[in-house]
C-alpha cells in the first residue's frame, strides 16, 4: 500500500493541531521547577505556616512556573536521612541543626557550645 506524501503530511499536520489544545493544557497545569522543603517540626509549628506563605507566594510571582512542597514532621525521614537525600539531590530545602550538620561540617557545632556548661 502506498501513502501519497501530502496525505501522510495532511494527516500529521491535523494531528499537530488537534494536540496544541491538550499540551497547552498540561503545561499550564504543571510547573517548570519542582522543589521539596523537609523539616522536622509538626504541620501547625509556625515555621511551616511561614513556609506554606513562601511557597504560595513565589509560586504566584513566577505565574506557577516554581513549586515549591513542603515536608513537614519528618515525612521525608529522620533528620541525618533527610540530609542525605539532600547531598543526593532528592531534597532541595531542608531545616535542620547545626549539631547534625556538624557530622559533615565541625565548625557547625558552634550552636551547641551553650550547652557545654550542663555536661560538666
Partial sequence: MHLPRRRVLRNAAAA??????????LSAQSAAYTYKYANNVPLAHPINARAKEMADAIRA???????I????????G???DVLGQLRLGG???FSLSGLILSTLVPSTSISGIGFVLISI
Fill in 16 to 25: 499537530a493541531t488537534l494536540a496544541m489544545p491538550m499540551w497547552a493544557a
Fill in 69 to 76: 512542597q513542603i515536608f513537614p514532621n519528618s515525612q521525608l
Fill in 78 to 80: 529522620s533528620d541525618t
Fill in 91 to 93: 531534597v532541595e530545602f
Fill in 61 to 67: 510571582d513566577t505565574d506557577g512556573r516554581v513549586d
